[in-house]
Nanobody, 124 residues
Framework: QVQLVESGGGLVQAGGSLRLSCSYSGRTFNVYSMGWFRQAPGKERDFVAHIYWNTENTQYADSLKGRFTISRDNAKNAVYLQMNSLRPEDTALYYC?????????????????WGQGTQVTVSS
């Protein structure tokens, strides 16, 4: 089992940037991909981005392409989400997740393990 801990959230003004971190530990040798999702109050948990473990290829939600970047640092056992040009509508609880199984990687139910989330609030 993989353990995931997110950090890096906070309050930022519109137009600003944040970098979220997801520290991972445990059984990662057969992880298929890790991803970020977000959930605003009263809304569904939506896909943000994910990174394939072996190839480090990435995929993003269409609406976030160009502003958000997912990356991985093996030496630090971390996956990052760099968020630029933040908007008030980016305000949400951001979750890191991992999965062992193949598939598109954009659906919440495809993921096996979740972190506790880190809050991002963007003020206008």
């Amino acid at each position: 089992q993989v353990q995931l801990v997110e950090s890096g959230g906070g309050l930022v003004q519109a137009g600003g940037s944040l970098r979220l971190s997801c520290s991972y530990s445990g059984r990662t040798f057969n992880v298929y991909s890790m991803g970020w999702f977000r959930q605003a109050p009263g809304k569904e948990r939506d896909f943000v981005a994910h990174i394939y473990w072996n190839t480090e290829n990435t995929q993003y939600a269409d609406s976030l392409k160009g502003r958000f970047t997912i990356s991985r640092d093996n030496a630090k056992n971390a996956v990052y989400l760099q968020m630029n040009s933040l908007r008030p509508e980016d305000t949400a609880l951001y979750y890191c997740a991992s999965r062992y199984h193949q598939g598109a990687g954009t659906l919440r139910d495809q993921y096996d393990t979740w972190g506790q989330g880190t809050q991002v609030t963007v003020s206008s």
